[in-house]
């Protein structure tokens, strides 16, 4: 038999508040209409510096992703970063001016789409009167992906990052970034086993300043997402049944990888691509015998090359 206790007696919620350190609110003699507050962020003087970023960060937020795989148009949720530059003679910015102008462009239905986040960092500019602006999204972008002999498909995702700097009277500074899991199979262990090879999960991240106008009839995310899983030695699946199974494990075998392989490989191809201007890529295998992980990364700019003599 459950100790019986004693039934609590439970004074009104006003008095529990009281009790537990809630008070009344202090009478006070300051403006409450926004006409007669003090704005502290329009105050002009000499600031010492001007900052060349001031913003807010880490917004959550829902945004449209138009996709050239399916499904063609999903609903995911980005991590938004909204910055302006700042005037010496500028003690501040009006950060509600950032959030409004997302809720403004979130009821316009806006997408993860270049031309529509180019126009939201120069509006970003005027609307706070500063020379620069710039917005990061990042977000996680699903595509279908069919299993290679039952052809079972299910949703791969990617991460992904698009990057637009505004300054006026010049064009926008667009930097495209993507990390993709894969599968990579060591060369050595396969060259020196009497069976078998080990293998692990690997992470290809790779970034690019881009000319926007040059990806017009191609999907930028299916670009990437090529030049990271052809190169390694066999992409991932979300639903594999036996036959697909050994058809995975038996191409891994035969496109054995080291991170400094696959990191090449990725370079080569981004290096292809016109509307490539500079590149970072960082290959990482999180190794299945060893308690570290191993990494390789290159950064190239084509623009350098193209100013040799």
């Not at 510096?49 to 917004?59: A, H």
């Not at 505004?166 to 060591?186: H, R």
Request: hydrophobic share 35%; net charge negative; aromatic share 6%.
């Amino acid at each position: 038999m459950q100790p019986t206790i004693a039934k609590p007696l439970l004074p009104a919620k006003p008095e529990r508040h009281r009790r537990f350190g809630s008070t009344a609110p202090v009478p006070g003699d300051k403006p409450t209409t926004k006409e007669q507050m003090a704005d502290l962020q329009n105050h002009r003087e000499d600031f010492l510096f001007p900052l060349d970023r001031v913003g807010i960060c880490e917004v959550r937020h829902p945004i449209q992703v138009r996709s050239e795989l399916a499904p063609r148009l999903q609903t995911s949720i980005a991590a938004i970063s909204l910055a302006t530059s700042l005037r010496r003679e500028s003690k501040g910015i009006n950060m509600s001016r950032l959030t409004e102008q997302l809720e403004r462009y979130r009821q316009k239905g806006w997408a993860a789409e270049i031309p529509e986040l180019c126009e939201f960092a120069q509006e970003l500019a005027r609307v706070m009167d500063q020379e620069r602006a710039e917005l990061t999204i990042t977000f996680p972008w699903f595509y279908e992906r069919s299993a290679p002999v039952t052809g079972q498909t299910g949703l791969n995702h990617a991460e992904v990052s698009i990057h637009v700097g505004y300054e006026k009277g010049q064009a926008p500074a667009i930097t495209l970034g993507m990390s993709v899991a894969v599968t990579t199979l060591c060369p050595c262990s396969k060259e020196i086993s009497e069976y078998s090879a080990h293998n692990q999960r690997g992470m290809v991240t790779l970034s690019a300043e881009i000319d926007p106008s040059a990806f017009s009839d191609q999907d930028w995310k299916t670009a990437f997402l090529e030049a990271a899983e052809s190169n390694a030695s066999s992409a991932l699946h979300p639903i594999l049944k036996r036959p697909d199974e050994k058809r995975v494990t038996e191409q891994a075998y035969e496109n054995p990888r080291f991170v400094e392989d696959m990191a090449r490989l990725v370079a080569a191809d981004l290096y292809e691509m016109n509307a490539v201007r500079a590149f970072t890529v960082t290959c990482r295998n999180e190794e299945s015998i060893h308690l570290h992980d191993a990494v390789a990364s290159i950064a190239y700019d084509k623009r350098k090359e193209e100013a040799a003599p």
